[in-house]
């Protein structure tokens, strides 16, 4: 919605750069005494990825990423990857790493029986981290005929 932003299931309005939250939507209990909303009610969501450093009709070779180094104590909501254009004859294996370790289950695979542009979600073994951990991606070719345009990306939530 144009000019809206849900707050805690409820619509607050942005007209002539004022914010309008309805009452009840930020309770008391949100708010210290100085009037700031507590930090306890504050996350940071950071989204970071990685195209390998190719364009969108880039074909794609292994090698590896680092795309975040964590500032606080969080959680990773995702990891999930994707080909622009899948190819012919392609079997090629993405990773998400914490310190040099992979913290998957199982890898993201993506073959030319995938749609293109279909974003693939990974399973982690460990989503929680802590600060100074150091994130990378990882991009494995078995077999990349025709394939292009890879990205991968990873969704942090620190606490504040």
Do not use: C
């Amino acid at each position: 919605m144009a000019g809206s932003l849900r707050v805690q299931g409820a619509i607050a309005t942005l007209s002539g750069g004022t914010l309008t939250i309805p009452t009840g939507a930020i309770i008391d209990g949100d708010v210290n005494a100085q009037a700031d909303i507590s930090v306890g009610k504050l996350r940071h969501l950071h989204k970071a990825g990685t195209n390998f450093d190719l364009g969108i009709t880039g074909t794609p070779g292994s090698r590896e990423e680092l795309v975040y180094v964590a500032t606080s104590a969080g959680t990773i909501r995702a990891f999930s990857a994707m080909l622009n254009d899948t190819g012919t004859s392609t079997d090629i294996d993405f990773t998400l790493k914490k310190n040099g370790v992979s913290i998957m289950t199982a890898d993201i695979n993506i073959t030319n029986a995938d749609a293109d542009r279909e974003v693939i979600d990974g399973t982690l073994s460990s989503t929680s981290y802590v600060a100074d951990d150091v994130f990378s991606i990882q991009i494995a070719i078995t077999s990349s005929t025709g394939a292009q345009g890879p990205f991968a990306w990873v969704e942090f939530d620190e606490a504040a």
